[in-house]
């Protein structure tokens, strides 16, 4: 059982370069999201994806695109790196109104150490 | 705007102590409220959770308190472990709601002494 697959795991770049993290989830879940964590700030919702074909912005989503590729990968682009970037980026994904009685419980990956230079 | 609001950022506590994080929120139509174990280098992980139609809700030696009238939940560790060290989020949302998002608190990093 693999979960949430986040790549790469590490990440260096320099100001205004461009890259994509990739994640995939093999739970067959329907909503996908991204997050940046940073210290004193806790986790932070950047853009998600409630199902298939939808993308929408969460609170920090400024600098970043992401596309849904198809119901197992959801990807987020830096166009241009900035600085104020360098943070560690969580994928994880939820099945919504199951078991839960509707409560939104989020699988999360391992994380992508990401550092803009 | 931080709708969920969590202290301490960072807690010391000896083994076998007790471990209380407390979290407060704003929006009165939050009505799930889970709280979320990291380890270092790994990603979060639900931990235990809560609706408000209950006040306590108790799972081995975690326990959440929840205060309607007050907008305030706390995680009680009872005979907090070694083990236990990591960095505790609070959340909450709106269950069932169009995007059912999570609002996470700033985090708390436990740190318990042998």
């Known amino acids: 059982n693999a979960g949430v697959t986040q790549t790469p795991k590490f990440q260096v770049l320099k100001t205004g370069q461009s890259m994509t993290l990739q994640c995939a989830q093999d739970?067959?879940?329907?909503?996908m999201y991204w997050y940046r964590q940073d210290p004193g700030m806790g986790l932070r919702l950047i853009y998600y994806?409630?199902?298939?074909?939808?993308?929408d912005k969460g609170e920090v989503p400024n600098g970043y695109n992401v596309s849904r590729l198809n119901k197992r990968e959801f990807s987020l682009r830096l166009e241009s790196a900035a600085p104020s970037q360098t943070s560690v980026y969580f994928c994880?994904?939820?099945?919504?109104?199951?078991?839960?009685?509707?409560?939104?419980?989020?699988?999360f990956g391992a994380g992508s150490r990401l550092t803009v230079l | 705007q931080q709708q969920v609001k969590q202290s301490p950022q960072s807690l010391i506590v000896q083994k076998g102590g007790i471990s209380i994080i407390n979290c407060a929120y704003e929006?009165?139509?939050?009505?799930?409220f889970p709280w979320y174990q990291q380890f270092p280098g790994k990603g979060p992980a639900l931990l235990i959770a809560?609706?408000?139609?209950?006040s306590e809700k108790k799972e081995g030696r975690f326990t959440i308190s929840f205060n309607k009238s007050a907008k305030q939940f706390s995680l009680h560790i009872m005979d907090s472990q070694p083990g236990d060290s990591a960095t505790y989020f609070c959340?909450?949302?709106?269950?069932?709601?169009?995007?059912?998002?999570?609002?996470f608190g700033t985090g708390t990093l436990l740190a318990v002494q042998p």
């Open positions: 959340a909450a949302s709106i269950r069932g709601g169009a995007t059912n998002k999570l609002i």
């Open positions: 994880a994904s939820s099945v919504q109104g199951f078991e839960n009685s509707g409560a939104n419980v989020l699988t």
């Open positions: 739970m067959n879940h329907n909503s």
């Open positions: 929006n009165t139509a939050f009505d799930y």
């Open positions: 809560i609706r408000p139609d209950v």
């Open positions: 994806s409630a199902s298939e074909g939808t993308t």
